[in-house]
């Protein structure tokens, strides 16, 4: 049988003192009450980058092309399944960060990336390590 894999999509923005927008999960019957980037699934018939920017946009209300997204890191992860997360960056800020999705989501705020908040969704908080590392590929929640 041939292996199928959900993609998860992460955007990872900064603002101009390197701080990372987190908000925290709500009403969504997963990781509810964790901190978790913007993010969300890819769609049949989207490239991850137009994928990315639709999540981005329906998240947080931010408008980037998806030619402004760069990918900067992949991980293959097992939740409840096994996935393919791939985490982009937009190299533009400041960024005014709109709550679109209240019944989903507290709210977005800033944190250091050395002071991130807690909870947050594990899978996220190790793909920020290798982020911040500069490591292009990781692999977690497999035995």
């Not at 999960?25 to 699934?41: E, F, I």
């Not at 989207?46 to 030619?67: F, H, M, Y």
Request: aromatic share 8%; proline share 10%; with cysteine.
């Amino acid at each position: 049988m041939r292996y199928t894999s959900c993609v998860d999509l992460h955007i990872v923005l900064r603002d101009p003192d390197g701080r990372i927008a987190l908000g925290r999960r709500r009403n969504t019957g997963w990781m509810d009450g964790h901190h978790h980037l913007p993010s969300g699934h890819l769609e049949d018939g989207e490239s991850a980058r137009e994928g990315a920017a639709r999540e981005l946009e329906e998240e947080t209300g931010v408008l980037v092309p998806p030619d402004g997204l760069t990918l900067v890191h992949t991980m293959h992860h097992r939740t409840d399944a096994g996935r393919v997360a791939l985490f982009f960056t937009v190299p533009r800020a400041p960024w005014t960060l709109g709550n679109p999705e209240p019944d989903k989501c507290d709210g977005w705020a800033w944190y250091p990336p050395t002071a991130l908040p807690g909870p947050i969704v594990p899978y996220t908080a190790g793909a920020l390590v290798h982020i911040a590392a500069r490591r292009p590929y990781s692999e977690q929640g497999w035995q």
